[in-house]
């Protein structure tokens, strides 16, 4: 049986304040990842769902595709 993951990041009451006032800083925000290519596979458009579509569209402005 595997060990569950436990997230302690946020046991500290510090940052569970920060986190809940909404102030985050910026970490490793020069990092970019390696390309990739991003495929979405549909039969028809009009059969996707709204979150589907929603999905894809997003995923083209941010991916820089347009």
């Known amino acids: 049986m595997s060990t569950p993951i436990v ?3 946020t046991d500290s ?3 569970k ?4 006032m909404g102030q985050r800083a910026p970490v490793l ?8 290519n991003l ?9 996707l769902t ?3 579509a929603a999905l894809i569209d997003y ?7 347009s």
Do not use: D, F, M, T
């Open 29 to 36: 925000s020069g990092w970019q990842g390696e390309r990739r």
């Open 17 to 20: 304040e920060l986190l809940r």
């Open 39 to 47: 495929y979405a596979i549909c039969y028809r458009r009009q059969l």
């Open 59 to 65: 995923l083209k402005v941010h991916s820089g595709l």
């Open 7 to 9: 997230n302690r990041s």
């Open 50 to 52: 709204r979150r589907a």
């Open 13 to 15: 009451p510090v940052i």
